[in-house]
């Protein structure tokens, strides 16, 4: 499973060319061109990170007396306590509006015009700070295992094990908390969009194939506590 990226961005060439340039890099990209969808967009469904435009059209239904709509979009989403990494990209680039930027939750900062290769190595590096604890891209798991940071590929060996989505941000989730219990109300928060319904039959599912792949051992869970992977 690759990770998610929400992309708000209303100049229609740039937003075409970094869709492709991202899904060739692995990345599953969607695209938005004004506030209102992506608020909607990014409330509704779970993303990896977040690449917004500051100076981009409201939308139907998004208010703000801001001329940077861009930064009132974030200021938004992280009073609904969503921590999704974000990134701006804007053409901005006095200290006045990096500060801004910052804070209101921005976690960094691209000027436009700047090169394909320094946003996905700004995209990496956010992704992997989720995994502080960890100094690669790649976590091993042990007995031929290995989790890829960035792609959230389970490899065995050489070879990619099949896990589907949920699993894999199951997975994601459970070592971004080694050693730690997750709750389940969590582990809902993050596998189910808005508009879905969390099943706790399919996440005992899921826990049982990630536990047939890698040891019962490894997933712990306890009633009030939820699930914890141990190394």
């Given at each position: ?19 492709e340039f991202l899904g060739e890099e692995g ?205």
């Amino acid at each position: 499973m690759s990770a998610k990226i929400l992309l708000l961005e209303d100049d229609f060439s740039l937003s075409e060319i970094l869709c492709e340039f991202l899904g060739e890099e692995g990345f599953e990209v969607h695209c938005v061109q004004d506030a209102t969808n992506a608020l909607n967009l990014a409330y509704e469904m779970q993303f990896d990170l977040w690449l917004l435009d500051v100076k981009v059209p409201l939308g139907d239904d998004f208010k703000t007396r801001d001329y940077l709509p861009g930064f009132e979009l974030l200021k938004s989403l992280r009073s609904l306590n969503k921590t999704t990494p974000c990134i701006f990209i804007t053409s901005l680039s006095s200290v006045l509006d990096i500060k801004d930027g910052y804070d209101v939750g921005c976690d960094d900062f691209l000027k436009k015009p700047f090169e394909l290769v320094e946003l996905k190595c700004r995209i990496q590096t956010l992704l992997k700070r989720s995994f502080a604890h960890i100094g690669d891209e790649f976590l091993d798991l042990g007995d031929g295992f290995r989790f890829n940071l960035i792609s959230k590929l389970l490899y065995k060996d050489k070879s990619i094990i099949p896990l589907t989505k949920k699993e894999s941000k199951l997975l994601s989730l459970l070592l971004k908390n080694i050693n730690s219990y997750v709750p389940l109300e969590t582990i809902f928060e993050e596998l189910w969009d808005f508009n879905q319904e969390p099943s706790e039959m399919s996440l005992r599912a899921y826990i049982k194939n990630l536990r047939k792949i890698l040891g019962r051992d490894k997933i712990l869970n306890q009633h009030s506590s939820g699930y914890c992977y141990v190394c």
